[in-house]
């Protein structure tokens, strides 16, 4: 079975601190897959990453997949009151028979506060 | 599009109950994807379905759950007998690549008293 765990499970910050969500897993994923999920509503995809190492960038939000394809971080750089949510890493699988199933992470509730 | 289309948003049921959540996926999209989200456990894939066909249904919890998909524009989850511990917000998702992506519906919160 795979896992993903995320870090921290709770984040409360001021608006304009900088912060990093981290997910990690000992398993190798084929993609791994960033949502935020607002209350009352389904996780929306914000990113997703393929390739060892890669690195992106949408806005002040940017996304690394490790290099052994294991782990991801999402770095929010001053952060905004309408950057709340519950932040989600999930993982496809290696394999043919899993590629398309995802695997998601335990979660990061992140506040910002004016 | 109207994205993903899922009904109802709430459902408040007695145990022992039949319940039967309902999904359109966006039109175009092959894959479909039946989860189930708690505080204790996140998100869990519970079956999932490809042209129509299921493909893993590995998550099911039990007998009492069933899923069909007659055609590509809409699928449900059937639970019978319903208890209390089934109650959490079962989300429906589609997607045409499933390794860049899915799309969430909003969600049928289920509560089963």
């Known amino acids: 079975t795979q896992l993903l765990e995320q870090s921290p499970q709770f984040l409360s910050i001021q608006e304009g601190e900088n912060l990093t969500v981290y997910c990690n897993s000992s398993?190798?994923?084929?993609?791994l897959q960033w949502y935020r999920q607002e209350p009352g509503e389904g996780p929306v995809l914000l990113v997703t990453?393929?390739?060892?190492?890669e690195v992106k960038k949408l806005k002040r939000l940017t996304f690394q997949f490790g290099d052994a394809r294991k782990d991801s971080s999402l770095h929010i750089t001053a952060a905004q009151p309408g950057d709340t949510g519950l932040y989600l890493c999930?993982?496809?699988?290696?394999?043919?028979?899993?590629?398309?199933?995802?695997?998601f992470g335990t979660g990061t509730r992140l506040q910002v506060t004016l | 599009d109207a994205g993903v289309i899922q009904s109802p948003r709430h459902e408040v049921t007695e145990m022992g109950q039949e319940v039967t959540l309902r999904c359109k996926p966006i039109?175009?999209?092959?894959?479909l994807f039946w989860y189930r989200q708690t505080m204790m456990r996140g998100l869990e894939l519970l079956i999932y379905?490809?042209?129509?066909?299921?493909?893993?249904d590995s998550g099911m919890p039990e007998d009492r759950f069933s899923a069909k998909m007659p055609n590509a524009s809409f699928s449900t989850l059937k639970i019978q007998p319903s208890e209390p511990r089934d109650s959490a917000v079962y989300f429906c998702?589609?997607?045409?690549?499933?390794?860049?992506?899915?799309?969430f519906g909003s969600g049928t919160r289920l509560t089963v008293v």
């Open positions: 039109s175009g999209h092959d894959y």
């Open positions: 398993s190798v994923f084929s993609s």
């Open positions: 999930a993982g496809g699988g290696i394999n043919t028979g899993t590629a398309s199933k995802l695997t």
């Open positions: 990453v393929v390739t060892g190492g």
């Open positions: 998702a589609s997607s045409l690549w499933p390794n860049y992506g899915y799309t």
């Open positions: 379905f490809n042209n129509n066909v299921p493909i893993d």
